[in-house]
């Protein structure tokens, strides 16, 4: 019963709220301070300062030219060798020219002056590829030593190995007896 009045006076609060929001009528004068407001900005908008279009051009032109020299200048990376290898040419061996004559070479186009190629550039080193990674190096004296050992004497290097791993287990368990409030590491796993 009581869920029903509750119901029943929600309803009619909530009809009550709506009705006030639907009668509510603008303020006194609220339409002509919007239409002013919007007339002063297209006022605004038509009056805009007439130099931003010359000086956005200036900008613009400053900015490619600046990009033109910053590409002109670009050293040669052709010229650059990649090994420390001397220059291998290719199948032919040209001549020796001097190097004004190198420094570039008339185009047909406008009389423009190209660099020639250069066809002295080192081939980038290739280094042959291994099968396995990392190489195997020889073993160094202790691994010679140890080798030797286990080779000679098969059963006795066996059973050191066993007692060490027993060792290294034991000192494994001390050191978690020691600290429990840890969680245990991925060695232990």
């Not at 019963?1 to 303020?27: C, F, H, I, V």
């Not at 400053?62 to 990376?77: C, E, S, T, Y």
């Not at 570039?104 to 250069?118: D, Q």
Request: net charge positive; hydrophobic share 35%; no cysteine.
């Amino acid at each position: 019963m009581r869920t029903e009045d509750n119901d029943r006076s929600a309803e009619r609060w909530l009809d009550d709220a709506l009705k006030q929001y639907g009668e509510a009528e603008p303020r006194r004068g609220l339409e002509n301070r919007v239409l002013a407001n919007l007339q002063a900005e297209r006022e605004r908008l038509t009056l805009r300062p007439w130099w931003w279009r010359p000086s956005a051009a200036a900008v613009t032109i400053a900015v490619l030219m600046g990009g033109a020299l910053l590409l002109k200048r670009k050293p040669d990376v052709t010229a650059v060798t990649i090994s420390n290898q001397p220059p291998v040419t290719a199948g032919k061996s040209e001549p020796e020219r001097p190097i004004a004559s190198r420094v570039g070479s008339h185009s047909p186009i406008k009389g423009r002056v190209r660099p020639e190629p250069n066809r002295n550039v080192a081939q980038p080193f290739s280094i042959p590829r291994l099968e396995q990674f990392p190489a195997p190096a020889p073993l160094s004296k202790q691994e010679e030593m140890l080798a030797r050992y286990v080779r000679e004497r098969r059963q006795e290097a066996a059973m050191v190995a066993r007692v060490r791993a027993e060792l290294l287990k034991q000192d494994l368990e001390q050191f978690m007896e020691q600290s429990p409030s840890e969680q245990p590491t991925n060695f232990e796993q």
